[in-house]
């Protein structure tokens, strides 16, 4: 079946610093490719998409690629502030019409000043 | 224009007791998903719902937990008999359309703990 598999947190970071979240995936078909952020004690937001291979999404200084040929889609960000402390979830969904999200277990991130 | 609600934040109930998870998608989104997220865990499907119709519960347990979204109201999710093991976050998602995830808002969620 499909699955998401995100590298294990949490990742700690100090201001300024380039940042990387691994995601790989297992999936059949061509599925659609999410990063969601959640902050504390709230609810999931997406931060950005793709929906089909070498596809670039990219949201708030955030980007990821959809590398078909890796089965990845690691989140990158040149440059995170101490208000990207949040906990990342990598996401994926088949693209049929309501097909659940399948997320990975999350990486949380701590950025410090 | 208010987001998904979800209600009660948090809610504290003892074994065995019932539990009523309530869900108010956004303005105009008729379709509703439930995810369940345990500790250090990501989120797990549960049950996808449209007005009236329960479409897909491949991820709801057998024994114990029910879902409805009636034709006016919230979207409930009730656990009976809870144990310490239903303890978690039940987040919901709305959605104008029958979307595979591009569309989905989520709510704040519902922390429950079995006592």
């Known amino acids: 079946g499909n699955s998401v598999t995100q590298m294990e947190g949490p990742v700690t970071l100090s201001e300024e610093a380039f940042l990387t979240i691994n995601c790989t995936y297992t999936a059949t078909g061509y599925p659609s490719l999410f990063w969601y952020v959640q902050y504390p004690g709230e609810g999931l937001q997406l931060l950005l998409k793709a929906t089909k291979a070498d596809d670039k999404g990219s949201n708030k200084g955030f980007e990821a690629t959809y590398r078909k040929e890796t089965t990845s889609f690691h989140l990158e960000k040149g440059s995170v502030q101490v208000s990207d402390s949040a906990v990342y979830f990598c996401a994926l969904t088949s693209g049929q019409a309501g097909t659940a999200l399948i997320f990975g277990k999350g990486t949380t991130l701590s950025v410090s000043s | 224009n208010a987001g998904v609600m979800q209600n009660p934040r948090h809610l504290v109930r003892r074994r065995g007791q019932e539990a009523r998870l309530r869900c108010s998608p956004m303005?105009?989104?008729?379709?509703v998903y439930w995810y369940r997220q345990l500790p250090e865990e990501g989120l797990k499907f549960m049950v996808y719902?449209?007005?009236?119709?329960?479409?897909?519960e491949s991820g709801m347990p057998k024994e114990r937990f029910s879902a409805e979204f009636p034709k006016e109201g919230p979207s409930i999710l009730r656990i009976q008999q809870v144990v310490r093991g239903d303890s978690a976050a039940y987040f919901c998602?709305?959605?104008?359309?029958?979307?595979?995830?591009?569309?989905?808002?989520f709510g704040s969620g519902t922390r429950l703990t079995v006592v």
């Open positions: 998602a709305s959605s104008p359309i029958p979307t595979g995830g591009d569309g989905y808002t």
């Open positions: 719902l449209q007005k009236e119709n329960i479409i897909d």
């Open positions: 303005k105009g989104h008729s379709h």
